[in-house]
């Protein structure tokens, strides 16, 4: 609530004002009283009231020195002056010197009283706003400390300016929703605006957080939801999405008998140099099980998932991914489906680069044909029928445009993928030979050893030496 200091030398004047209005129920505090201007000068010191309601005729201090020295010390109280008829002097001093405005004992009722603070009430929560706006920079350097390491970085407090002041004895509620490439709504957060002072918005990776200021309730700890906490407090929120995130209650702590991501990592790595779609799904669908198993926040499964797809987009030859896919998914099942998706479109580049396309439509189609399905048992008469043209014109012109007939290129591609997997995979020579399509292993060495120039288990061990 917003704090009032009473000053009135008069003690029954004061009882009076503190009687007009039932305070709380208007959003207000009577957080204490002074019978002079002294003693409310230290209590404006101690308690830094948002209101003072000050008598400006007072023995000793008056109402006007008062505001001149709360100003002196710093402190942007606001004052409404209370005057009687023989002393507009007073007030018009007292405006001049930044009281908000001033009232006639002899008319002051709850209507007028309650006029006067709703516009300092508009004034105050307007400051609010522009303070709040001072707190976005702290916002992204906690933000990128989550992102960063997984744990809230301590923020220094005392980098903040003065006016951070206000936000220190306010409560905070945080609330942190998944929304995808767009920020999410107060309705779709479900908070109701006017139950809090301020509430601002942070939208970034999917996620959209609200950081809702209210009023501390009576026996609130001082330490609790304010900045000095909101680090921690935020980390805590956004690992609470998990449930949200996996569809379920993701598990309590890894399992026993787990292959550990970092190895699981390794091995989607190392299918994709083998150009192995079928692999890489297998060993994405176990990493997307260890890191629920896990138990991580969706910002740590979004880095790790960016940082894969990274490695395998510069495997691949290309350009950098753009991120914005990854960090708008709004659910582990969904990131995968993403991350399958591209994984398959990197492999389908990377094989159309390992293949030089011709000018002709139903030789690149042959080509296509022979590099996604090398593995079986094709035969000329197979690609014949594939793009409806007689066997002998295929040989023909395959051969006036790459140079080879369809099964020495086949052979060749069979070779040149065989290469990659020595080089790549723990795949035994006789592994390799039938993921390769040959169905001999001897015939598959002999051929090897034709065009490559060395046997295949002596080309294995020249090149990673």
């Known amino acids: 609530m917003w704090t009032i200091l009473l000053v009135e030398d008069e003690g029954f004047v004061r009882e009076a004002i503190r009687e007009l209005l039932d305070w709380e129920s208007h959003g207000y505090c009577v957080a204490g009283e002074a019978g002079n201007g002294e003693e409310a000068l230290a209590a404006i010191l101690e308690l830094k009231p948002d209101v003072v309601i000050a008598d400006i005729v007072m023995p000793g201090m008056d109402g006007i020195e008062l505001l001149k020295e709360t100003r002196k010390a710093g402190i942007r109280s606001r004052f409404i002056m209370l005057t009687a008829m023989n002393h507009f002097d007073?007030?018009?001093?007292?405006?001049?010197y930044g009281a908000s405005n001033y009232l006639?004992?002899?008319s002051l009722n709850d209507d007028v009283l309650l006029e006067s603070l709703g516009r300092i009430k508009e004034e105050l929560l307007a400051e609010l706003r522009g303070a709040g706006e001072a707190?976005?920079?702290?916002?992204?350097?906690?933000?990128?400390?989550?992102?960063?390491?997984?744990?809230?970085?301590?923020?220094?407090?005392?980098?903040?300016t003065s006016s951070m002041e206000k936000f220190r004895n306010l409560s905070l509620d945080i609330v942190v929703v998944l929304s995808g490439g767009v920020p999410a709504?107060?309705?779709?957060?479900?908070?109701?605006?006017?139950?809090?002072?301020?509430?601002?918005?942070?939208?970034?990776?999917?996620?959209?957080?609200?950081?809702?200021?209210?009023f501390r309730k009576k026996g609130d700890s001082a330490?609790?939801?304010?900045?000095?906490?909101?680090?921690?407090?935020?980390?805590?929120?956004?690992?609470?999405?998990?449930?949200?995130?996996?569809?379920?209650?993701?598990?309590?702590?890894a399992r026993e008998g787990v292959t550990p991501i970092e190895e699981l990592e390794v091995e989607l790595i190392r299918s994709f140099e083998e150009l192995n779609e079928a692999k890489c799904a297998e060993a994405a669908a176990q990493i997307w099980e260890g890191m629920k198993a896990s138990s991580l926040s969706h910002v740590e499964v979004k880095k790790r998932a960016t940082h894969l797809?990274?490695?395998?987009?510069?495997?691949?030859?290309?350009?950098?991914?753009?991120?914005?896919?990854?960090?708008?998914?709004?659910?582990?099942?969904?990131?995968?489906?993403?991350?399958?998706?591209?994984?398959?479109?990197?492999?389908?580049?990377?094989?159309?680069?390992?293949i030089s396309y011709t000018d002709h439509p139903e030789v690149n189609r042959v080509i296509q044909y022979m590099a996604e399905h090398y593995k079986e048992n094709i035969k000329v008469t197979d690609l014949a029928r594939l793009v409806a043209i007689n066997v002998d014109y295929l040989s023909t012109v395959f051969g006036k445009k790459t140079g080879l007939t369809p099964i020495a290129?086949?052979?060749?591609l069979r070779i040149e993928q065989a290469k990659r997997l020595l080089l790549h995979s723990k795949l035994s020579v006789e592994e390799i030979a039938s993921q390769t399509g040959f169905t001999?292993?001897?015939?598959?060495?002999?051929?090897?050893?034709?065009?490559?120039?060395?046997?295949?288990?002596s080309f294995r061990r020249e090149k990673k030496d």
């Open 135 to 160: 707190l976005y920079p702290f916002y992204h350097r906690i933000w990128a400390g989550i992102q960063g390491t997984g744990a809230a970085v301590q923020a220094n407090l005392a980098e903040l």
């Open 90 to 96: 007073y007030a018009r001093d007292a405006l001049q």
């Open 440 to 457: 001999d292993d001897a015939y598959f060495i002999k051929t090897f050893k034709r065009l490559v120039g060395q046997t295949p288990s």
């Open 309 to 354: 797809l990274h490695i395998l987009t510069m495997l691949a030859g290309r350009k950098t991914e753009d991120e914005t896919e990854v960090y708008s998914a709004v659910s582990h099942e969904s990131l995968l489906a993403h991350a399958l998706q591209a994984i398959r479109e990197l492999i389908r580049h990377k094989r159309e680069e390992d």
């Open 223 to 253: 330490e609790g939801n304010s900045l000095v906490r909101l680090p921690d407090d935020w980390l805590q929120a956004v690992n609470r999405l998990n449930g949200d995130w996996y569809g379920q209650e993701a598990y309590p702590a």
């Open 409 to 412: 290129y086949l052979r060749n």
């Open 104 to 106: 006639l004992k002899l």
């Open 185 to 214: 709504s107060l309705d779709q957060a479900g908070i109701w605006q006017e139950g809090y002072l301020l509430v601002q918005s942070f939208h970034d990776a999917g996620q959209t957080t609200f950081f809702c200021w209210k």
